[in-house]
């Protein structure tokens, strides 16, 4: 027994030995390999000038990786995004042997000698504000492969300008730039290039509340690139992401309500023209409400000259429901003419009795031998009369009875079909490309 604990202990302890040993020549490796890299960064800055540039002309590959889209603004007609700005260059003077470094094959630069290296002058020509992220630390890398290619990573957050046509509003497809410029180096010095990958996105970073970022496009645009400051042809890449709006919002505060509105003014073709309190009640709740929508929609928007699809969708339904109450009011019209005309009819039949009571009592003191003959014929002319007053009075009546009602019963049929029709032109014509 006791010859089996010792050999355990013994076994126990070898194996504590071994990964002590272990330990100490991994630390001792990568305490080597750090002085190997602390070595190898002073060598290559022995001489290092970061003016001129490496080569003539330096390729500079540029990507970015977006993170995700801020939002975008159509009163500032800007959008923010937060990106990786990716640059790829060679160098021939960060060449060195793998080798004979402990077969480092890529080399991370520190922060204070970053500052000390040439870097391409690339900015945006289109850019508000920007600023690069610092919290905890610089959020940029460089490294430096045995080749000589430098790969250089820093996290910006930017405002881009981005002039938007806002025509077809809401219905509207946006293409908003970033142009990438060199500052100072004309195309003979520097040339820009895609990457393969050149724009990519993270899987939740087209999401944005108003706009879906749909597709984008890269262009190299060097040949249109002319600096303001100084004659001469920059080079110059510009990548542009088309942007459409989605309609539910619209569709919910705009287009439903509208449409509602504008069916709410019909209601008033089936109330009779008498009531005339609830009918002009209908047609001015409807119109202030649309009009009230309309400047809402506006105050969203910049102030521009030309006219926009909501603009076109906000005039015409205010336009359906004034053409409502403009209907009410000629109704009206034709009624009330009919009741005057009953009381024009009413008036003369009383005056004309008044008269030939008159007459009566005249003829009765003059000429008392005659009296039942006149009264006889006054009586028979009284009730010609009377029944000639009837039948002018009768058509009067239904003539504008009729006129209303037909007015009332047509516009029940075209308001809706006319309604109907702008609605297949406006939605074919706003929608198509």
Known sequence: MKMIETSRERQSTS?????????????GQVSSQINHQSTLIRKLLRGYEAYPPPNRPTVVNLGIYINYFYAMSEQSMDYRLSFYMRQEWNDSRFEFDSKAFSNITKLKVDEATIKSLWIPDVFFRNEKGASFHKVTQNNRLLYIHDTGR??????????????????????????????FDSFGYLKDTIIFKWMESSVE??????????????????????????????????????????ATRPLGYFMIQFYIPSVLLVILSW??????????????????????NLVTQSTGSRNQL?????VKAIDVWMTACLVFAFASLIEFAVVNVWSRTEARQRKQHAATGSTTGATAT?????????????????????????RRLSDISEIIRQPLQSIHQRRAQTLDQISRR???????VFNVIYWVVYTQG
């Not at 209601?267 to 202030?288: H, K, P």
């Not at 075209?414 to 109907?420: A, D, H, N, S, V």
């Open 201 to 242: 996105f993270d899987p939740q970073g087209k999401n944005l509340p108003e706009m879906e970022i749909e597709d984008y496009k890269t262009f190299d645009c060097t040949r249109q690139a002319k600096s303001g400051y100084e004659p001469g042809e920059y080079p110059c890449l510009v990548v542009r992401f088309y």
């Open 150 to 179: 430098v790969w250089y990573v820093s996290k910006i957050s930017a405002t881009f300008s981005c002039p938007m046509k806002l025509d077809k509003y809401p219905m509207d497809r946006q293409s908003c730039p970033i142009w």
């Open 15 to 27: 194996r504590t030995l071994s990964l002590l040993l272990l330990c100490l020549s991994s630390t």
């Open 414 to 420: 075209i308001f809706p079909f006319t309604f109907l």
């Open 358 to 382: 008159q007459g009566r009592e005249t003829t009765a003191t003059k000429q008392v031998n005659l009296q039942v003959a006149s009264q006889s014929n006054r009586g028979r002319r009284t």
């Open 267 to 288: 209601v008033s073709f089936w109330i009779s023209a008498d009531a005339v309190v609830a009918r002009v009640s209908i047609g001015l709740l409807t119109v202030l």
């Open 302 to 306: 910049p102030k521009v000259s030309y």
